[in-house]
């Protein structure tokens, strides 16, 4: 139980395109879920929380109109990386907690690898 | 300033032979402490976590809050421990992980 699918695995496009990421909690609700980008070589760094009904909250640093955080259902969250740059090229990974039992620990999507050309 | 530090970047040691990734952190209120893994070509995928108390594949982890320190200890590793593991405190009242920067086990036949 408790599998979250992100979904596209990997994207390459153009520079200037805006692009969608979906994260998905295939067996269980989540009201909340995370965003993470990671570097090559680099750790995990949490970009946003998304939260379903309202808006994310994102972390110091992280432009919310760059990247728009919808997360319209119990398990369903979007990120869109929009007019992406090479810069914004990286490795996009989503997490997901189980709604209504505490202490539950986060369950992680395979991640999106973004290239920009 | 919320902090994670696992002070090695890469581990290697034979099978059979202990291995231990050091993990401290520097974090306000009580935080719960876990330890995630990545095998090869696999997602991040929790490997155990300090409220648990238990051991996961021969892994355990101490919370020494005096030390604010949760290394992570396997007596005899096996080659199939090589993996990328990472440190994650999480604060108790919104979740939010923050991840070290990772330690990559490799264990030699």
């Known amino acids: 139980g408790a599998v979250v699918s992100q979904h596209p695995s990997r994207v390459i496009c153009k520079s200037g395109t805006s692009v969608k990421i979906e994260c998905r909690s295939l067996?269980?609700?989540?009201?909340?879920m995370f965003w993470y980008r990671q570097f090559p070589k680099q750790s995990l760094m949490l970009m946003a929380t998304s939260n379903e009904g309202s808006k994310a909250t994102y972390e110091q640093g992280v432009e919310k109109d760059k990247f728009l955080i919808n997360h319209a259902s119990l398990t369903l969250s979007t990120l869109t990386v929009t007019s992406a740059h090479p810069e914004d090229s990286s490795f996009y990974i989503c997490?997901?907690?189980?709604?209504?039992?505490?202490?539950?620990?986060?369950?992680f999507g395979d991640g999106t690898r973004l290239s920009i050309l | 300033a919320q902090r994670v530090t696992q002070p090695e970047k890469l581990l290697s040691v034979f099978k059979g032979a202990p291995v231990e990734l050091k993990c401290n952190y520097s974090y306000s209120g009580s935080p719960e402490l876990f330890w995630y893994v990545q095998y090869s070509r696999q997602r991040l995928q929790l490997l155990l976590r300090?409220?648990s108390r238990e051991s996961i594949k021969g892994f355990t982890a101490d919370l020494n809050k005096g030390e604010t320190s949760f290394h992570l200890k396997k007596p005899f590793a096996q080659e199939e421990d090589s993996a990328m593991y990472y440190c994650?405190?999480?604060?108790?009242?919104?979740?939010?992980?923050?991840f070290g920067a990772g330690t990559t086990v490799t264990v030699r036949a």
């Open positions: 300090h409220i």
């Open positions: 067996d269980f609700q989540a009201t909340t």
């Open positions: 997490s997901a907690r189980v709604d209504g039992m505490s202490n539950q620990p986060q369950h």
């Open positions: 994650a405190p999480s604060r108790s009242n919104d979740y939010k992980l923050s």
